[in-house]
């Protein structure tokens, strides 16, 4: 076969998974070696399974498993995998264009990778239950962070029949969610669907949301059969077992492909300074405005974003989830950073002699 035929071939096979020149041209060195180009769609246990120009194969990733759990292969990822043999191996992975991570839920400062290489982080929050506004900004921070565009799916949309009611929680998602689009869909009734089928179009997304929050009918809904399990959700609280237990890539008709992942129980951040100021950006853009450069928004003079909360223009609760979310993710970097834990030491030091002064200026009053 002709090198031009190969590349047909490839191209033929893999387009529908988000095969592109980009990706081609950073595949060209192991192309030169025999390689074969595939997607993971799946892995469990040490072994991946791959959509590749010869159909779907499944590869040992002995020799792509380093020490570092943020490099280790994952559902997304673009790999060169042996041309033949019993059993196949995955010799490398393309550089992940972007990469969906958040804290493990250990004590240890490490991060785990969810899926790589999205485009789209469709958010499912169940419209069953009510609202977690704080659970959201951190999905947003986590999606922000990756490189992904955001979008959060209010499910289960016919629960709630008031257009009004409906109207109001759009309304305080959009709020808590500045520049992402918010999108109330029904998989039982077919609402939004049309629209969020259009949003996804020919990129890959990944589906991520909490047990319980409709992933597998939404799923199900997009792919146009039931490929994933559904249980039902607890009346008490919402919350269902998880009938999702690895990350899938699966193919959608209209073009483009859905990672499916488990329900998370943790939203732990890991290294997401960027991803909390874009989702929190009304109050960086007002901090804008503040006296200080680095101002804590706490009691200092001319802080425009306390400012802002007395005038009505911000609410409060955005500014307590703000401080919350950078205060964790400041504690996650510090484990890694030395600098960063010599910085947090010496905030403390100063808040700490403040507060002693304090104590003293209150005690010389009551002499």
């Given at each position: 076969?002709?090198?031009?035929a190969?590349?047909?071939?490839?191209?033929?096979?893999?387009?529908?998974?988000?095969?592109d020149?980009e990706?081609?041209?950073?595949?060209?060195?192991y192309?030169?070696?025999?390689?074969l180009?595939g997607?993971?769609?799946?892995?469990?246990?040490?072994?991946?399974?791959?959509?590749?120009?010869e159909?779907?194969v499944?590869?040992d990733?002995?020799?792509v498993?380093?020490?570092?759990?943020?490099?280790?292969?994952?559902?997304?990822?673009?790999?060169a995998?042996?041309p033949?043999?019993d059993?196949?191996f995955?010799?490398?992975?393309?550089?992940?264009?972007?990469?969906?991570?958040?804290?493990t839920?250990?004590?240890?400062?490490?991060?785990?990778?969810?899926?790589?290489?999205?485009?789209?982080?469709?958010?499912?929050?169940?419209?069953?239950v009510?609202l977690?506004?704080?659970?959201?900004?951190r999905?947003?921070?986590?999606?922000?962070?990756?490189?992904?565009?955001?979008?959060?799916?209010l499910?289960?949309?016919?629960?709630?029949?008031?257009?009004?009611v409906l109207?109001?929680?759009v309304?305080?998602?959009e709020?808590?969610?500045?520049g992402v689009?918010?999108?109330p869909?029904s998989?039982?009734?077919?609402?939004?669907?049309?629209?969020?089928?259009?949003l996804?179009?020919?990129?890959?997304?990944?589906?991520l949301?909490?047990?319980?929050?409709?992933?597998?009918s939404?799923?199900?809904?997009?792919?146009?059969?039931?490929?994933?399990?559904?249980?039902?959700?607890?009346?008490?609280?919402?919350?269902?077992?998880?009938?999702?237990?690895?990350?899938?890539?699966?193919a959608l008709?209209?073009?483009?492909?859905l990672?499916?992942?488990?329900?998370l129980?943790g939203?732990?951040l890991?290294?997401?300074?960027a991803?909390v100021?874009?989702?929190?950006?009304?109050?960086?853009?007002?901090?804008?405005?503040?006296?200080?450069?680095?101002?804590?928004h706490d009691?200092?003079?001319?802080?425009?974003?306390?400012?802002?909360?007395a005038?009505g223009s911000?609410?409060?609760?955005?500014?307590t989830?703000?401080?919350k979310?950078i205060?964790?993710?400041?504690?996650?970097?510090?484990?890694t950073?030395?600098?960063?834990?010599?910085?947090?030491?010496?905030?403390?030091?100063?808040k700490?002699?403040q507060?002693?002064?304090?104590?003293?200026?209150?005690?010389?009053?009551?002499?």
């Open positions: 076969m002709t090198s031009s190969a590349s047909a071939q490839v191209e033929a096979a893999l387009a529908p998974y988000g095969w020149e990706w081609a041209a950073a595949f060209a060195p192309a030169a070696q025999g390689l180009p997607r993971v769609v799946r892995v469990d246990r040490g072994h991946c399974d791959l959509i590749t120009p159909g779907p499944q590869a990733t002995a020799f498993t380093p020490h570092d759990p943020l490099r280790v292969i994952c559902t997304g990822d673009w790999a995998v042996d033949a043999g059993p196949r995955v010799r490398a992975y393309l550089p992940r264009r972007t990469a969906f991570v958040r804290s839920s250990s004590k240890r400062s490490e991060g785990q990778i969810l899926a790589a290489n999205v485009d789209h982080a469709v958010i499912a929050v169940s419209l069953a009510e977690d506004l704080g659970r959201i900004e999905f947003l921070a986590l999606a922000w962070e990756s490189g992904a565009q955001p979008l959060v799916v499910t289960k949309a016919d629960l709630v029949p008031d257009a009004g109207s109001h929680l309304q305080d998602v709020a808590t969610a500045p689009s918010v999108l869909v998989s039982h009734s077919g609402e939004g669907l049309d629209v969020l089928t259009a996804v179009l020919g990129g890959t997304t990944v589906l949301g909490v047990s319980g929050a409709g992933k597998s939404l799923a199900n809904a997009l792919i146009g059969h039931d490929t994933m399990t559904v249980q039902a959700a607890r009346d008490t609280d919402g919350k269902g077992r998880h009938t999702t237990t690895t990350r899938n890539l699966l008709p209209g073009g483009g492909v990672i499916d992942t488990p329900g129980r939203v732990g890991f290294d997401a300074g991803g100021g874009q989702t929190f950006a009304e109050i960086e853009e007002i901090a804008e405005g503040c006296r200080f450069h680095d101002c804590g009691a200092e003079p001319g802080c425009a974003v306390l400012a802002a909360i005038d911000l609410a409060e609760r955005r500014l989830s703000y401080r979310l205060r964790e993710n400041r504690y996650i970097v510090a484990k950073d030395a600098r960063a834990r010599a910085e947090m030491r010496r905030e403390w030091r100063i700490g002699a507060g002693r002064a304090a104590m003293e200026a209150k005690r010389g009053r009551l002499r």
